[in-house]
């Protein structure tokens, strides 16, 4: 791989993935993001100086910036994770989640196709266009049930579940009726740094650390598989360069929390780090609140595809990670109050 073009790349996923691909020297890499709430430049900042990275600020869903992009980088490659991603927003603003995550990457399939269909015959063979998914597609799973995989049939239960089946789908379309490399990944819950504060993990550690109550849903017996962010970031290098066009890869973590204790563990280990609060440990600031609506009770994945096609293995374990997520948002508390400050709802809740 020559060249890359990342859509969403500052965002949370996206940015781990150009940090690491800009990082290793692994491919020049082009970052297209239209810079909405969750997009965060400073994400990128650490490799937006070498010559192997390039910025351009478009929206996905519009043909000519992005036909521009292509006539003038050529990619070797096009990875895609730009789309909304909180289920709370998808459930307050439904629309926007079809337009970026069903139309705009219809748009920017069609773009990618007619870029593809105009390549020499070697430079077709080896286009990857690799379109990064969620777990959530699949639906919610019962506690004994077993673990999703790439066969799992899709069952999404939220507005944005479904806006990114639809993608998916798409995806797939373009790959059996246009012939276009394709690969689709699925992906448990992320978490690490540079994660918009209104996900759970960063939530709860910016209100936990400033001693503000932690509302949780339901009763927070809601289970999630937890995957460092990192982690992913290299299984999606892998599946890019050696993965199957037509394929799907799953990446999961391997580490299955309820919510609360996910919150628990925070508490524990901002104890840890902050001392306790003056009327004792911060679990005690825990609200247990109405239950979001059609709240999905379990998420897992089973990764042994990946682990078997792509020789990818998650370098992390979750208590690891985990401590080094908490001392990384607290040695970045005025990122969080900069995103206090420019009106965001940090109460808004959030499982990832």
Same mark, same amino acid.
């Given at each position: 791989m020559r060249t890359i073009l990342v859509t969403g790349g500052c965002g949370f996923i996206g940015s781990a993935f150009v940090?690491?691909?800009v990082g290793a020297g692994?491919?020049?890499?082009?970052?297209?993001?239209?810079?909405?709430?969750?997009?965060?430049?400073?994400?990128?900042?650490e490799v937006s100086g070498s010559p192997g990275y390039v910025f351009v600020r478009a929206d996905i869903g519009d043909r000519p910036a992005m036909r521009a992009v292509f006539a003038a980088h050529r990619p070797d490659a096009v990875v895609?994770?730009?789309?909304?991603?909180h289920?709370?927003?998808?459930?307050?603003?439904?629309l926007a989640?079809?337009?970026?995550?069903?139309?705009a990457t219809a748009r920017l399939l069609v773009e990618t196709l007619d870029f593809w269909r105009g390549l020499p015959e070697d430079g077709r063979r080896d286009f990857r266009f690799l379109h990064v998914s969620t777990d959530e597609v699949f639906g919610a799973l019962g506690l004994d049930d077993p673990a999703f995989t790439e066969a799992s049939p899709y069952s999404p239960n939220s507005p944005y579940a479904a806006t990114k089946a639809a993608s998916d789908h798409l995806v797939r379309a373009w790959t059996h009726t246009?012939?276009?490399?394709?690969?689709?990944?699925?992906?448990?819950?992320?978490?690490?740094?540079?994660?918009?504060?209104?996900?759970? /993990?960063?939530?709860?550690?910016? $209100?936990?650390?400033?001693?503000? =109550? +932690?509302?949780v849903y339901g009763t927070g017996g809601n289970v999630r598989d937890w995957l460092n962010v990192d982690d992913h970031a290299e299984g999606l290098w892998l599946a890019l360069t050696r993965g199957r066009p037509g394929e799907t890869y799953a990446f999961g973590g391997g580490?299955?929390?309820?919510?609360?204790?996910?919150?628990h563990a925070i508490c524990a280990s901002l104890d840890a780090r902050l001392g306790t609060l003056a009327d004792g440990p911060r679990r005690g600031l825990i609200d247990f609140v109405a239950d979001r609506p059609g709240h999905d009770f379990r998420y897992s994945i089973d990764a042994a595809k990946a682990r078997a096609q792509l020789e990818w293995r998650p370098a992390h374990d979750f208590d690891s990670g985990l401590a080094q997520t908490v001392?990384?948002?607290?040695?970045?508390?005025?990122? /969080?109050?900069?995103?206090?400050? $420019?009106?965001?709802?940090?109460? =808004? +809740?959030?499982?990832?």
């Open positions: 940090r690491r691909v692994l491919a020049r890499v082009i970052n297209v993001d239209n810079l909405t709430y969750a997009a965060n430049p400073d994400a990128v900042a895609n994770f730009a789309a909304e991603t289920v709370d927003r998808s459930i307050d603003g439904p989640f079809v337009e970026t995550n069903v139309a246009y012939g276009l490399p394709a690969v689709v990944t699925n992906c448990s819950n992320n978490y690490g740094p540079w994660q918009f504060p209104e996900k759970l /993990i960063p939530l709860m550690i910016a $209100r936990a650390a400033s001693g503000a =109550r +932690l509302p580490a299955e929390r309820t919510n609360l204790e996910v919150v001392d990384w948002y607290l040695g970045h508390r005025d990122w /969080i109050e900069a995103i206090r400050s $420019r009106h965001y709802a940090l109460g =808004r +809740l959030g499982t990832g």
